[in-house]
Nanobody, 119 residues
Framework: QVQLVESGGGLVQAGGSLRLTCAAS????????MAWFRQGPGREREPVAH????????YYADSVKGRFTISRDNAKNTVYLQMNLLKPEDTAVYYC????????????WGQGTQVTVSS
């Protein structure tokens, strides 16, 4: 029922910024939670940020708190991840994910977009 497509990745220098975009299909996402995950080379997938579509309440991993901001645009059915003060350790494939708000698991996933931060 939900389809997600990420874009906006690229190569940036340390200290720079990128904004990732997740285009979501569906009539409404009012009862869904959306999230960004990432997986660096040779590392496990980890959550980065979550947002409850209806309320806008957010969660951030400690490693990105104060640097990254997750947001959504209701008119465009789009979720964003604004990434500032990027570090080389932020290098990873970033994935958009979605779930019913009462579910524990994220069941819908995008294809991923590569973010590379050079030192």
């Amino acid at each position: 029922q939900v389809q997600l497509v990420e874009s906006g990745g690229g190569l940036v220098q340390a200290g720079g910024s990128l904004r990732l975009t997740c285009a979501a299909s569906g009539r409404t996402f009012d009862s869904y939670d959306m999230a960004w995950f990432r997986q660096g080379p040779g590392r496990e997938r980890e959550p980065v940020a979550h947002i409850r579509w209806s309320s806008g309440n957010t969660y951030y991993a400690d490693s990105v708190k104060g640097r990254f901001t997750i947001s959504r645009d209701n008119a465009k059915n789009t979720v964003y991840l604004q990434m500032n003060l990027l570090k080389p350790e932020d290098t990873a494939v970033y994935y958009c994910a979605a779930k019913w708000q009462t579910s524990l698991k994220y069941d819908y996933w995008g294809q991923g977009t590569q973010v590379t931060v050079s030192s």
